[in-house]
């Protein structure tokens, strides 16, 4: 079994760069270098089999740190057949460095990120199995080892180590270090009032730690693999970039010498990466409003105030439809919408709504509203005396037909009047245009009245944007039916006497039978023997004989009723 002396890296983070071959190891190695070195080592031993031919190879492992220049450089072996050698505390002439970019890429990467795979299975564990790797890459041992234990683990403990576990983890480093983000180069549209959330399903953007761009001046954050872009008002359209930056910093060696081992730092040089989100700003977006009234029919005609606190920074009206849409308004705040002036024909909502902007995209706030009525009250009278019926007429019960149409051909309702002299009809709907047309005919005359043919065009009119009813009155009139009573007085001055003849000064009086209210005085006959009570209202009369002249008899009362133009009596 051959010992080789072998020294393993302990290493800070490193990023990969992928740069030409340019020099060979040899070329290299004329490379000279002064600086002061120190170092430290901690041997341990591990076996490693695998497909080398008879028997095994052992390695002593030696823990180095090299401090060059005042930096720490973690180190590994690079060629498994030669000795180190000593190297000394100084460096001097005699000292050669060469450069790390002449070793393969993925040697470079073994040595950079192994340490990922130490957080889970230990330092020296993953060490040794990062140096066998990079024997491997270079051609020194076999790809199928298949086992790797400790002789010596530094403490005295022996063991096996996990290679396959442990190099399956150090791949999946090097594989996800230079994996970009799912999103990378990809365009996303950030709207100011509304986080642009992205989450990275690769699972790499924890790699990636500095912000090296950000042209579209936006807030980002980081959170694991969730990338998440804010918008401000000052915002514009750029560029988001994050770097993954080296892993070492400072510049990498290859330390060399002509009769012994090379020994590599852990580093790349120039080996940062970095993706890229480009980024549309959206800062602005308008308001819509919708209107609708309780039925859900579009109503124009509203308006309204938009604010921003106590400043009114639109007013707008909505159109036919219902609809209006305000100005561009600066998005990220939230607006009130108020409602000043209701659309006609309804109910103004006095509760604001508010309403919160997203850049790019339109907020949109309805409004419904209760829908205002109007309501007729029709006040009976008599066309000469108001409110008071004449006779024995009466206003009560008169009929009224309520119309849509001023051809009053389309019933809505009869209305009848009662004993207060008044008929309500029901609600009806005021308009669009805050009014509602009605029409009257009297269908039906109250007893003792002409019927009135006239048609009442009588509108509706909204006066108050908090009133829900609006009572429009009406009065309608009607003609007592009048009448005239006509009385003949004829006597004869002999019971056997055939011939009548008039008589003049008698005198008659009349009275409405249901109040005893004389009507008109007390008339005398003339020569004819006649006289007339005229514009009698429509009633029962009594008529009594007041006056008779002398050697005459007065006639017995008797009654008349006037319900036409004349009545007569002899």
Known sequence: MKKIKVVLLSFLALILAILPLSQSVAEARKTRVSGAISWVTFPASFVVNGNFGPGNIGHTLIDALFIHDGVVRPVFCVEIDLQVGNYGDNADSNHQYGNVND??????????LWKQAASVYGDYNARAVANVMIWQELGQLPANIWELRWLDDGNGGIGNIDYRAISSAINRAIDNRFSMPSFNGQTHTVRLGEPLILNDTKGVLGNFSDLLQNTANVEVQKN???????????????????????????????????????????????????????????????????????????RGGGIYEIRDGNTVVDTVTTGSNGKVISKQLLAGKTYTVAEIVPPPGCILDATPKTVSLVGGRTATVSFTNKVAYGQLTL????????????????????????????????????????????????RYQLGTDGTKMLYVKETKAPVGYQLDPEIYAITISQTNPTQEIFVTSQTVRDDVIKGNVAITKLNNFTPDSAIMTPEVGAGFSIFLKSTGIQ????????????????????????????????????????????????????
């Open 379 to 426: 006040n009976k009278r008599d066309t000469e005396t108001g409110a008071s019926p004449q006779g024995d007429a009466t206003l009560v019960g008169a009929e009224y037909g309520l119309y849509e149409d001023a051809d009053a051909t389309k019933l809505l309702e009869t209305l009848v009047i009662d004993a207060d002299l008044r008929a309500t009809s029901g």
């Open 224 to 298: 694991g693999n969730q990338l998440t872009i804010t918008a401000n008002a000052n915002s514009i359209n750029g560029v988001v970039r994050y770097d993954n930056p080296n892993l070492i910093t400072g510049t990498p060696f290859l330390l060399t010498s002509p009769t012994h081992q090379n020994l590599m730092s852990s580093g790349l040089w120039n080996d940062s990466i970095s993706f890229q989100i480009n980024v549309n700003v959206e800062t602005t977006a308008p308001i819509e409003i919708v209107k609708v009234d309780e039925f859900g029919t579009p």
């Open 519 to 570: 009507f008109g005085g007390e008339q005398f006959t003339d020569k004819n023997g006649f006289l007339e009570f005229k514009e009698l209202p429509y009633g029962v009369y009594t008529v009594k004989q007041t006056t008779v002249p002398k050697g005459l008899t007065a006639v017995k009362d008797f009654e008349v009723v006037v319900e036409c133009d004349t009545f007569s009596h002899k």
């Open 103 to 112: 070793l393969p890429l993925r040697v470079r990467q073994i040595s950079a």
